[in-house]
């Protein structure tokens, strides 16, 4: 079955730095990858997907994504955060049979 | 398109008492999920529907949790007798089709006391 491994549950960073959220899937098969963002107490937002064709994502707010079949990572970058990217970030997969597997999350604190 | 609706947003019920929350997916999408999150437990699938069939339901905690798809455009999830854990946020979502991504609502945060 596939999983997908978010390894960080909180990461702080100063505002302007840049920042990696770290995001693994355990699949035997083509997978389609997606970073959503979850604000408080609202629902989930695609930041970007996966697919198929570029490796490299790029979706909204400045967020990339880079899908690394070698190393069965998807990690979301950004070059420089603001206070307002301060949210829960999701990193999910399925394999096209629609069971969509979220991992458990990444909490960013951006603080001035 | 005003999006995945769902209903109530907020709903605060006791112990005992029967809860059904709602969704209207977006027209046209033939996936629909839901899902619970808690401190806990994260996001977990409850179960999926496509073209309105219950395709896996292997997340449903209990027998007390059931979900039904009448038609295209609408969801309902129930839960008989409810219970204080069974406070969670519900989400709602859906997709067009296997190769892209979910839409999700706003979700109903469910408090049993």
């Known amino acids: 079955a596939q999983s997908v491994t978010q390894l960080d549950s909180q990461v702080p960073v100063f505002e302007e730095a840049p920042v990696e959220l770290r995001c693994n899937y355990s699949s035997s098969v083509s997978v389609y990858l997606f970073w959503y963002v979850q604000y408080p107490n609202q629902g989930l937002q695609l930041l970007l997907k996966y697919l198929s064709g570029s490796t490299l994502v790029k979706g909204i707010n400045g967020f990339e994504a880079e899908f690394n079949k070698s190393q069965t990572s998807f990690h979301l970058r950004k070059p420089s955060v603001h206070i307002s990217d301060t949210a829960e970030y999701f990193c999910?997969?399925?394999?096209?049979?629609?069971?969509?597997?979220f991992g458990t999350g990444t909490r960013l604190l951006v603080s001035p | 398109d005003a999006g995945v609706i769902q209903s109530p947003r907020h709903e605060v019920t006791e112990m005992g008492q029967e809860v059904t929350l709602r969704c209207k997916p977006i027209?046209?999408?033939?996936?629909l999920f839901w899902y619970r999150q808690t401190m806990m437990r994260g996001l977990e699938l409850l179960i999926y529907?496509?073209?309105?069939?219950?395709?896996?339901d292997s997340g449903m905690p209990e027998d007390r949790f059931s979900a039904k798809m009448p038609n295209a455009s609408f969801s309902t999830l129930k839960i008989q007798p409810s219970e204080p854990r069974d406070s969670a946020v519900y989400f709602c979502?859906?997709?067009?089709?296997?190769?892209?991504?979910?839409?999700f609502g706003q979700g109903t945060r469910l408090t049993v006391v």
């Open positions: 027209s046209g999408h033939d996936y």
């Open positions: 999910a997969g399925n394999t096209g049979f629609q069971k969509l597997v």
């Open positions: 529907f496509n073209n309105n069939v219950p395709i896996d």
């Open positions: 979502a859906s997709t067009p089709r296997s190769d892209t991504e979910a839409f």
